[in-house]
């Protein structure tokens, strides 16, 4: 009896002693909701770290900057797009920054890319200010790899992302953007080239593939367009690689162009001439890079090729660098 209650204080000591923890386990933070302060207004962001970012202190990872489209916001990328799991396995940091909320119930967030969209455009709202302040917070406080940072985005996101192409060029390495196209109001300049992956359906018609009116009642350039001024920008050969189909893809976006002469009158009388691009598919005219960019609406152009004079009334927007 007695050996019975000798023990019974020992398992009490052994019941209330806490199991020891290593210290480092508190440290190992992967997910941070983040806020910046820029223009006297609060930015809000979510980073995440990938599972093996604390195991080597000497280890640098490339930083995938996720832009949302119109209406989304950090959780809507990160859940409809599974873009944590992606970065997660394949071991680079994404940052998911949201756009300014429109003041209104619904509180809609968007991205000032140009001429789009909403509540961020309509403001002025300097989000390529903040997208830069938040990469240079970003790589002075993680182990980023400043020379790997890419931006993708959909929609007014993917709008957004050739801005930062445009203006970001010394900090960005490369973008994709799904379902976008460029609305810049100025010239792109970008003091670097940069490698541009464009994913877009022609079926599209809340940003046109082919261009025209779509969300909103905005205005949207077509995306083979935009891609000629980058064509030119990045310095591309003439002739470009045009990927087979597959099992698993079939080549549909592809225009076949065919090169046409075009002059161009607006209110103000402006006339230039030099040569456009025709699709084959579309029909639609295009204008290379060698024109001052500008936005025309509801304009008459006169275009002449080798055979006869065709006549269109077209609606686009006309870029050049």
């Known amino acids: 009896m007695s050996r019975v209650i ?10 209330l002693v806490p199991a020891c923890k290593d210290s480092t386990d508190e440290e190992r933070i992967y997910r941070v909701q983040g806020t910046l302060t820029v223009d006297n207004r609060a930015r809000t962001y979510m980073l995440n770290l990938p599972p093996d970012y604390h195991d080597d202190d000497t280890k640098t990872f490339s930083l995938v900057i996720a832009l949302h489209g119109a209406g989304g916001s950090v959780s809507q990328f990160e859940t409809d ?3 944590t799991e992606k970065a997660d396995a394949s071991n680079f940091v994404v940052v998911y920054p949201e756009g300014v909320a429109r003041e209104s119930v619904l509180a809609l967030r968007t991205w000032n890319a ?3 969209c909403d509540y961020a455009m309509a403001n002025n709202i300097d989000d390529v200010k903040y997208i830069r302040e938040l990469l240079d917070d970003l790589v002075r406080h993680y182990r980023i790899n400043p020379a790997r940072v890419y931006v993708t985005g959909m929609s007014n996101g993917g709008m957004m992302a050739y801005r930062l192409a445009c203006e970001l060029s010394d900090k960005v390495a490369a973008i994709a953007v799904v379902s976008g ?3 810049m109001d100025e010239p792109c300049n970008p003091d670097n080239a940069v490698p541009i992956l464009h994913i877009h359906s022609v079926l599209d018609t809340t940003v046109p593939y082919a261009g025209g009116t779509g969300l909103q009642g905005y205005h949207f350039a077509p995306v083979d367009s935009v891609l000629l001024v980058w064509k030119s920008i990045n310095n591309c050969p003439a002739s470009p690689d045009i990927p087979v189909n ?3 893809y079939t080549l549909t976006g592809m225009h076949a162009l065919k090169p046409v002469r075009l002059k161009a009158t607006s209110r103000k009388t402006v006339d230039m001439h030099g040569p456009v691009v025709k699709s084959l598919v579309t029909g639609q005219i295009y204008l290379p890079p060698l024109f001052v960019q500008m936005m025309l609406s509801g304009n ?5 090729n080798d055979s006869a004079p065709l006549s269109a009334t077209v609606r686009f927007a006309l870029y050049s660098t």
Do not use: A, Q
């Open 81 to 83: 797009y599974h873009f």
């Open 6 to 15: 000798l023990t019974i204080p020992m398992l009490w000591m052994l019941l």
């Open 300 to 304: 008459s152009f006169s275009v002449m």
């Open 181 to 183: 196209t460029m609305v």
């Open 114 to 116: 140009g001429t789009c």
């Open 246 to 248: 597959n099992d698993r």
